[in-house]
């Protein structure tokens, strides 16, 4: 009887993912193991079968565990890229996926520690991020001058997102909208929370964004 993929596979393949993102590189047998809680030789038998299925991939002196397209799809952690779209002259769009993304967290480079936080407000519409979308942070208790960050402000019980600079001792806060003012602070009350890496919002209607 060929092999299935059973709940425990399943589970397997969804660690192999997890300790790729945390290791920044796909685990070996052994670490699979030790993450899973099970011994070398449970881990070689199934290791054996997902192979079978096509879902898994081995490379490297100590067969290093890649997942296949196949097994992003089977667990539902990808999703499907049909091929590429022109915002200049127009191309061909494929019907069929190329591949899958591995993952959100690993298309948007997540690592171990980043949030999300809901955009509340219009100061930073020049950059494309709207009312309503999230952008993902990742903590920082310092940024470069010219990034986006966000920081809690003196007076304020709140977090606001703006792109800093600093200057002398103190630090501007500038939007990204013209309607709104830049703010500044002595750097020693503000707060640097993190910088953003990404947004994430829906499609519709949104300013153009600004050339820096």
Same mark, same amino acid.
């Given at each position: 009887m060929p092999p299935r993929l059973t709940p425990l596979r399943q589970n397997l393949l969804r660690l192999i993912v997890r300790l790729t993102r945390e290791a920044g590189g796909p685990p070996s047998a052994a670490e699979l193991a030790r993450a899973a809680g099970l011994t070398e030789g449970t881990i070689s038998f199934h290791l054996k079968a997902l192979t079978t299925l096509g879902l898994i991939e081995r490379t490297g002196a100590?067969? !290093?565990?890649? $997942?296949? =397209?196949?097994?992003?799809?089977?667990?539902?952690?990808?999703?499907?890229?049909?091929?590429? *779209?022109?915002? &200049? %002259?127009?191309? $061909? %769009?494929?019907?069929t996926p190329d591949h899958v993304t591995p993952s959100l967290d690993d298309l948007? &480079?997540?690592? @171990?520690? =980043? /949030?999300? $936080?809901q955009v509340r407000g219009e100061s930073m519409t020049g950059i494309g991020v709207m009312d309503g979308d999230y952008v993902l942070v990742r903590p920082a208790p310092e940024v470069l001058d010219g @990034? *986006? %960050? *966000?920081? $809690?402000?003196?007076?304020?019980?709140?977090?606001?997102?703006? !792109?800093?600079?600093? /200057?002398? @001792? =103190?630090?501007?806060?500038?939007?990204?909208n013209p309607a709104m003012p830049r703010m500044t602070f002595p750097a020693s009350e503000v707060q640097v929370q993190g910088r953003m890496i990404a947004r994430l919002g829906m499609a519709g209607p949104r300013p153009l964004a600004r050339r820096p």
């Open positions: 100590r067969g !290093r565990l890649h $997942l296949t =397209d196949q097994a992003r799809l089977a667990i539902q952690s990808g999703i499907p890229i049909y091929g590429q *779209v022109a915002a &200049g %002259a127009p191309i $061909l %769009a494929e019907q948007l &480079g997540v690592k @171990e520690g =980043d /949030f999300l $936080l @990034e *986006v %960050a *966000v920081v $809690l402000i003196p007076g304020e019980n709140a977090a606001t997102l703006k !792109r800093l600079y600093h /200057f002398a @001792e =103190d630090v501007i806060l500038i939007s990204e």
